[in-house]
């Protein structure tokens, strides 16, 4: 591996008047205005052109790229392709040690240069990706990814790189469903969208007409029958024995998707209905499952029938919720030699329409939308995109006219097709692409399972969870520190109760002190300690019911389902999603070469560390 060098300013000087890639306008290389020995612009401001059209140009006689038929695989497992390199002996042409500013421990190095570092990032101003990993917007990983390595990027449209405003865009899908289940004879009068009454990665029971949310192995820890919350002993009696398996399409309907809300809440409403008994008779015997299939009829009706789509397309500025940063994070990726692919189940004509809207007004030097991409598939049908082959369509014309075509080219648009085609027309494959969408199933999972591609999913809850979370600190930590409390005092009464078992049988205690301890004094410390436990218990219940209020208050917060344990929802997330943040736009603090590395994952076991640290020093010679 080559060694890095880090370059002191006269050196910087001379390498960079060196470079012939670079036209530098304006005062090339003003002195720096503090001292530091790396180089900062404070003022005036340094404009250049880059006069290329690639990320090769960036190499010059200075770097060199990491090739995919010259790269390796580092310690971790990750490809090392795309890794940039100081090229020796353009250094020694100017008559620089590789080695001179790498004097020392490594260990005492990289702790000054990190100090330096961060300095720098914070004179710059520039957010070091730390910074952002510690906030609403961050990127959080789940297995580590070397962006560098990546070279084609696809994304997804819907809630992906177009957000939606929840209330208007589920709002009109759930009007049109319940006008289209009213036009069918279903009772629908003063019935309201209500978003609050779902959230994402709830699972809906079509057997039992209920809404449950489920912790990681599938238990149900919280349900809603109709509109109506279930008592914990309600579900306990009712799932006691019982796991949610999504396999079981039959019987369990996973929200994966903001798309999902309208669908949910217009269920769970008619659920009520049905159980008042007011659904007319003429519609036939209808049970929880066969409520499901009309209320999910209704919805795809509002959908095929175009009216939906139409409304948004007339008025988007009503429905889509702007993000200026968003095109600017694309175009990064574009400029650093990542291929970047469009790839939707939406329509030509809608996805045009709101691929417009939404970034022709943010991009620079009268760019389109579509300069962006590398390849735009729209009509793709996924998750079946990722699975099989579907007949390829070239769009020709403004209009939307089609003309079949067998082989996918740079730059074109197309409809149907497969991902095969993709990764054969591109010449690039498995990991080498990272798929970016809202839909763990329809974009995540699939893609992940069947061409072994790099994954990120978009969640904008997330933002609003991890605000929720930080002002529930202080509850929790109560919570915590009470089930602590009962933990040590139940310890002791577990013992003085197998003291009493013990006792009762004719055999001697634990202990001797134990054994000797008089009749009246163990039973009436085990009362005291019994009560002391009920009241903890009468304490705690109410603020376990109560915690992740700030974010929903019937079903708490997204990624958990209890005060420890990880939803359902947050399980798929780390199986199929490689990485996950709220927005895409959140590139923005990372740069196309960031190296996502993932975090230690705690076992149970884990408490080995608070061993070491409360018994060191304690050990004996």
């Known amino acids: 591996m080559p060694n890095l060098t880090i370059l002191s300013w006269p050196n910087l000087q001379s390498l960079a008047m060196a470079t012939t890639n670079l ?31 690639s990320s090769s140009s960036v190499e010059g006689d200075a770097f060199s790229l990491t090739s995919s038929s010259k790269c390796d695989v580092d310690y971790l497992g990750e490809s090392t392709k795309g890794d940039l390199n100081i090229n020796l002996k353009h250094l020694e042409n100017f008559g620089l040690d590789g080695q001179a500013t790498l004097e020392g421990p490594i260990e005492q190095v990289a702790r000054l240069e990190a100090e330096e570092a961060g300095s720098l990032l914070r004179d710059l101003g520039i957010p070091s990706p730390s910074a952002a990993r510690l906030s609403p917007r961050g990127i959080f990983c789940t297995r580590t990814l070397n962006l560098r390595s990546i070279s084609a990027i696809g994304y997804d449209m819907d809630y992906t790189l177009i957000h939606y405003n929840v209330m208007a865009w589920e709002g009109r899908a759930y009007d049109y469903c319940m006008e289209n289940l009213k036009s069918m004879g279903f009772p629908v009068e003063g019935l309201a969208f209500d978003p609050d009454l779902v959230i994402r990665g709830l699972v809906i029971d079509k057997e039992k007409g209920n809404l449950v949310k489920a ?39 996973f929200l994966n998707t903001l798309f999902s809300v309208s669908e949910a809440v217009a269920y769970m409403q008619m659920v009520d209905r049905l159980d008042d008994g007011v659904i007319p008779a003429d519609l036939g015997p209808l049970d929880y499952k066969g409520l499901y299939k009309a209320v999910g009829k209704a919805l795809f009706r509002a959908h095929v029938e175009g009216q939906l789509k139409s409304e948004i397309m007339s008025k988007p500025e009503l429905f889509v919720e702007p993000d200026p940063e968003l095109p600017l994070a694309l175009l990064d990726q574009k400029e650093a030699g990542k291929k970047l692919l469009l790839i939707t189940n939406s329509d030509y004509h809608y996805t045009d329409k709101m691929m417009q809207h939404s970034f022709n007004r943010f991009l620079p030097n009268d760019m389109g939308w579509r300069d962006l991409f590398d390849m735009v598939i729209v009509s793709a049908r996924k998750p079946e995109f990722f699975q099989m082959s579907h007949p390829l369509y070239e769009v020709v014309t403004g209009e939307g006219l089609m003309r079949p075509c067998f082989k996918t080219r740079t730059g074109g648009l197309y409809s149907g097709g497969s991902a095969q085609m993709v990764e054969n027309s591109l010449n690039i494959h498995g990991d080498e692409i990272l798929y970016v969408g809202d839909h763990i199933y329809t974009d995540v999972s699939q893609s992940k399972v069947h061409l072994r591609w790099r994954t990120a999913l978009i969640c904008r809850e997330l933002e609003e969870e991890y605000k929720a979370l930080i002002h529930s600190r202080g509850p929790r930590a109560t919570v915590v520190e009470l089930i602590n409390q009962k933990e040590v005092v139940g310890d002791l009464f577990n013992q003085l109760r197998l003291a009493l078992q013990r006792r009762t049988k004719g055999r001697p205690a634990q202990t001797l002190a134990a054994t000797n301890m008089d009749d009246r004094e163990l039973t009436e410390s085990m009362q005291k300690l019994l009560i002391v436990m009920q009241r903890l218990d009468e304490k705690i219940a109410p603020l376990l019911e109560a915690d992740g209020e700030l974010f929903n208050k019937r079903w708490g917060f997204l990624s958990r389902a209890g005060l420890w344990d990880k939803s359902h929802l947050m399980r798929q997330i780390e199986k199929y999603a490689d990485i996950y943040t709220s927005r895409v736009s959140n590139f923005l603090n990372y740069t196309p070469f960031m190296y996502f590395r993932s975090q230690e994952q705690t076992l149970a076991h884990d408490t080995y560390s608070h061993y070491c640290s409360e018994h060191n020093g304690s050990s004996t010679n």
């Open 23 to 53: 036209q530098f306008l304006q005062n090339p290389f003003p002195r720096p205005t503090f001292s530091s020995k790396y180089l900062v612009m404070r003022a005036p401001k340094m404009v250049f052109k880059c006069g290329c059209s």
């Open 215 to 253: 912790d990681r192995f599938g238990y149900v820890k919280r349900a809603m029958h109709g509109t109506k919350m279930l008592s914990t002993r309600a579900v306990s009696e009712m799932y006691g024995r019982e796991l949610v398996d999504l396999r079981k399409e039959s019987q369990w309907e």
